[in-house]
């Protein structure tokens, strides 16, 4: 533990997918890392012979190294999770839409007004007449936010990640969040930036969920960012 910066271990270890109990950890690279930072790869091995590859990034401090940050190889983002039973009606228009690689924002069919999020009456002039019409997937970065701690088992090993709520031009400046890619290890947001949509598949099946990508920014440097495999 003295390897850790002293505020952010239990963090750090809480938020890797590690075997348990580990059997054995071999280093297998060891490279630079981003400004002074150095980075070493290791391999996590179980009493099974699973075993879980994970990069720990070390920094100068008080005249010697300490890990800043750990995670996971291939770096993943987490999955969405859905009630049992399927969408609730009020959104299913939306979710449906996205499994067929399209974005769907909720419309008043009387005043013309974008709604965002669902609900069963129109905000402005009440009516009950709501649809979902397409529009285009980009827009601009109003908020965002990282995450470090999982806050669910099934988080582990997929932190840290950025939530992005970006503001829809074409769809009357109502604002959609989904998680940016790729990892906040190869790209850092700011306000107002630019944003496509992409649709990646995940879980079994035909679904596909939403992720924003700055525009014009290249993928992942461990070159994981989307689809159903490693870079989910």
Known sequence: MADFLPDRWQQILAS???PIPVTDVVVTAVRPGAGFSVETLLRWTGPDGGARDVRLR???????????QARNLPARLPDPVFPEGGYPPVEAGHWVAMNQGELRVQRCSACR??????????????SFELGYAPVAAEGLIFAWTRTVQPFEPSMAGRVPFVVALVE?????????????EPTPDAVTPAIGDPVDGHFVPFGAGDRKILR??????????????GGDHDGQ
Do not use: F, K
Request: aromatic share 10%.
């Open 113 to 126: 007004t974008w709604i965002w999020g669902p609900r069963h009456l129109c905000p402005r002039c009440r």
């Open 16 to 18: 890797l997918d590690l």
């Open 212 to 225: 924003w990508r700055l525009s014009g920014r290249p993928g992942d440097a461990d070159g994981q960012t």
């Open 58 to 68: 070390w920094v100068p401090y008080e005249g010697s190294w300490r890990v800043q």
């Open 168 to 180: 829809l031009p074409q769809a009357g400046g109502v604002r959609v969040a989904a998680l940016l």
